[in-house]
């Protein structure tokens, strides 16, 4: 009961950051920057362990961008000139330019690796087929809904191949499933595909949307917890989730991920009081509201170490421990 | 008759095109590593081959390419007081983000956030030019109110803010403003109160005003708007194709912006499919319109540089056809 997970990516450490550059202009070799990949994800799950972390995820050292990286595996997809997301940040759109074809699994690989290291459970991590599709340049399907239903079947195989490789929680992030709700349905039914018969525990990350305009809706997305943003909006948004009452579990975001700044616990355990006051204490995990990869390595630590000591103290408050 | 004109931002970065990058000065600037001078010179070298693309293309009327914005709120937030900056928000259904200015006490003008990128950009070129600014409504949807106890205060008072932009634009010389409206059809329930909004923000203003609203349909809400008191009325027509039409039946008195090339896929529409567009532009009445301008749906900055440049080829190509239509076939 009220476990703690993180949603995906960490900050990468300087000297992968550096190696990725270095294999970009062909100065070190594929096995070379694997090999410092494989190093950072042990520091991280090493870290998350040292700070008290629930649920791990393997802290996606090996992605830049989490559309690009999938999009770069795939049979299908080219990848465009770089596009602004937000301030200074830019990232390489994909380009759906012909059919999309699945050759060989995308991130099973880091997932076993990153199993390996721990007893605790690690997060299987994707990218859905809403995103993927929104998120990437189409010059192939006819529609919209063609590219989001073929996305589909490609990830489903995929989280079938994270299944069978020992994955008991599987993230299948949708953050632009609020964009347009006039395509919840497709959103829903592409998800429907995905999930279709997987037994692990699914996830799926929504964020910096408005969440109004798809609740409750989104409660019949096939997966079985949702995992949201709410310290960047100042938990005002908890309101949408009072009625009607939220029937999935849900991983609530009570640490800003694009801040500096580091919370203070009572600010962490405010937000976690908050959140129990709409979600009861059996459905709830906590979580930053993001990704933390655009952090420093030692603020990402810091924000986790806060994130663990405010709910432990909850804990003891509610005398769960 | 047509003129080809952009809208909104226009890609900050070259892909080694040009010999300036932003990018890395900001990024350095983020490491102290560079001087504010230094990402100053930046953003200058960076308008003038925004003009120099947009020149050699054949744009008809050039913009800074708003190069300092990254959002058509945020700047003037940060501009004038009122305004906190506040958490992220996606920008419409984009995966292009924003901090949301939150309205935190009455909004008042301090100075023009857009003068002066206007009198640099003047001093840029010969050309003729288009200078741009967020329209007062939808720069209070922009925003989360935290202040005003009714919407009616706080559309008054951004209707005041975009007056005084205005006024500020064309003291620095401008001819034409662009006024961002993209939340007109995503809010049918108050169109008045944007109208009535608009008119107080240009009535009198000594600037021609283009009022572009894109990513919507403006089917339930163009009616009112034509009795504006602005020069010109514009719409994206690429991901909403129906505004072709809602434009092409207004009064011949105002001048129309038809948003033809969608600025939102690296798709490059067909030559031959624009010149069509044209030529029912021109069978709908065109010429006797004071103006009629072309243009992409929305900013190209969501679009990779090589491909905004296709783009805005692609559009002055079609007009450069219908102009000359017997050098063409030569």
């Not at chain 1, 006819?142 to 989280?159: G, K, M, P, S």
């Amino acid at each position: 009961m009220l476990e703690t997970t993180s949603v995906g990516s960490f900050p990468k450490p300087p000297y992968l950051t550096k190696a990725r550059v270095e294999h970009q202009r062909g100065r070190i070799g594929d096995t070379e920057l694997v090999d410092l990949e494989r190093r950072a994800t042990s520091e991280w799950i090493r870290a998350q362990e040292q700070i008290g972390i629930d649920i791990l995820v393997h802290g996606e050292m090996e992605r830049g961008d989490m559309t690009t990286y999938f999009a770069e595996q795939l049979e299908g997809y080219g990848v465009s000139g770089l596009v602004r997301s937000y301030g200074n940040r830019y990232y390489r759109k994909p380009i759906i330019e012909s059919a999309l074809v699945r050759n060989k699994p995308m991130s099973v690989a880091a997932f076993e690796f990153a199993q390996s290291l721990t007893s605790r459970p690690v997060k299987g991590m994707l990218t859905g087929p809403y995103t993927m599709c929104d998120w990437s340049f189409d010059e192939h399907y006819a529609t919209r809904r063609d590219a989001v239903l073929a996305l589909a079947h490609i990830i489903h195989e995929e989280v079938a191949d994270l299944e069978a490789a020992g994955a008991r929680y599987i993230q299948i992030d949708e953050p632009a499933i609020s964009t347009r709700p006039d395509e919840i349905d497709l959103a829903i039914a592409a998800m429907a595909i995905v999930t279709d018969g997987i037994k692990a525990t699914t996830i799926s990350h929504i964020c910096y949307g408005d969440f109004r305009t798809i609740y409750p809706r989104i409660l019949s997305l096939p997966v079985d917890m949702l995992d949201l943003e709410f310290a960047n909006s100042h938990f005002n948004n908890l309101d949408i989730f009072r009625t009607p009452r939220f029937t999935k579990k849900i991983s609530v975001g009570v640490l800003d991920v694009h801040s500096h700044v580091l919370e203070s616990k009572e600010q962490v355990k405010e937000g976690i009081r908050r959140s129990l006051e709409v979600f009861s204490p059996e459905q709830v995990w906590f979580d930053p509201d993001c990704g933390l990869k655009t952090r420093t390595v030692d603020e990402a630590k810091d924000k986790l170490r806060v994130l663990v000591e405010a709910v432990q103290d909850i804990k003891r408050e509610m005398r769960l421990q | 008759m047509f003129e080809a004109i952009l809208i909104g931002n226009q890609p900050k970065i070259f892909d080694g095109a040009h010999p300036v990058n932003l990018r890395a000065v900001r990024n350095q600037f983020d490491k102290e590593r560079a001087t504010a001078a230094e990402v100053e010179a930046a953003i200058r070298d960076t308008i003038r081959f925004t003009v120099s693309d947009q020149t050699d293309a054949g744009i008809d009327r050039i913009t800074d390419g708003r190069i300092r914005w990254d959002d058509p709120a945020t700047p003037l937030a940060a501009a004038h007081d009122g305004f906190a900056i506040g958490g992220l928000i996606r920008y419409f259904d984009n995966n292009v983000y924003y901090r949301r200015p939150v309205i935190t006490g009455p909004i008042k003008f301090v100075r023009s956030a857009a003068a002066e990128d206007f009198r640099f950009l003047k001093s840029c070129t010969d050309r003729p030019l288009m200078a741009s600014v967020c329209g007062p409504f939808s720069l209070a949807r922009f925003c989360q109110n935290e202040h005003y106890q009714d919407d009616g205060s706080l559309l008054a008072d951004c209707a005041q803010l975009v007056r005084r932009e205005l006024s500020a634009l064309a003291d620095a010389g401008a001819e034409w403003v662009q006024l961002d409206e993209p939340f007109l059809g995503f809010a049918p329930e108050r169109i008045k109160e944007a109208v009535a909004a608009i008119r107080d923000a240009v009535d009198g203003v000594r600037v021609k005003t283009l009022v572009y609203s894109y990513f919507c349909s403006l089917k339930t809400v163009i009616d009112p708007l034509w009795a504006l008191p602005v020069t010109a009325i514009g719409a994206d027509c690429a991901t909403h194709p129906e505004n072709f039409a809602l434009l092409c039946g207004g009064p011949s008195n105002k001048g129309r912006c038809f948003g033809l090339l969608d600025a939102r896929t690296t798709r490059l529409e067909p030559a031959g499919r624009i010149g069509l567009q044209l030529e029912r532009l021109i069978d709908q009445g065109a010429g006797q319109w004071p103006v009629c301008f072309v243009s992409p749906s929305a900013a190209l900055e969501f679009l990779p540089y090589e491909n905004a440049v296709r783009k805005m080829k692609r559009l002055t190509e079609a007009v450069r056809h219908v102009r000359q239509p017997a050098a063409q076939a030569d």
